[in-house]
């Protein structure tokens, strides 16, 4: 349910880079306090499979400060490299 078919078309299907991955919020022009984001949102790469597959993996991967340390991590990141190289063959911008 973190990584499934589903998960991916979902996440793959984002309209636009704020959708995807980014933490600026739609129409944003500046860096102005107004623009920044309610803490606790979530883009839909981020959410799941980004930080779904941390918290499963748990140990050192679901602790910020220590998730580098596990091999996985290496793995994990690659993979959301690829989805976003993905979405951008399909015309998307960053």
């Given at each position: ?6 998960v ?74 690829r989805?976003?190289?993905?979405w ?7």
């Amino acid at each position: 349910d973190m990584v499934g078919p589903q998960v991916i078309s979902r996440v793959m299907q984002s309209p636009d880079f704020e959708a995807f991955g980014s933490s600026r919020p739609q129409g944003q022009d500046s860096a102005a306090p107004r623009w920044q984001r309610r803490a606790g949102s979530r883009t839909e790469l981020e959410f799941n499979p980004h930080d779904g597959v941390h918290q499963s993996i748990g140990g050192s991967m679901a602790v910020v400060d220590l998730a580098s340390r596990d091999p996985v991590f290496f793995l994990h990141h690659a993979n959301v490299d690829r989805l976003w190289s993905s979405w951008n063959a399909r015309g998307n911008a960053n």
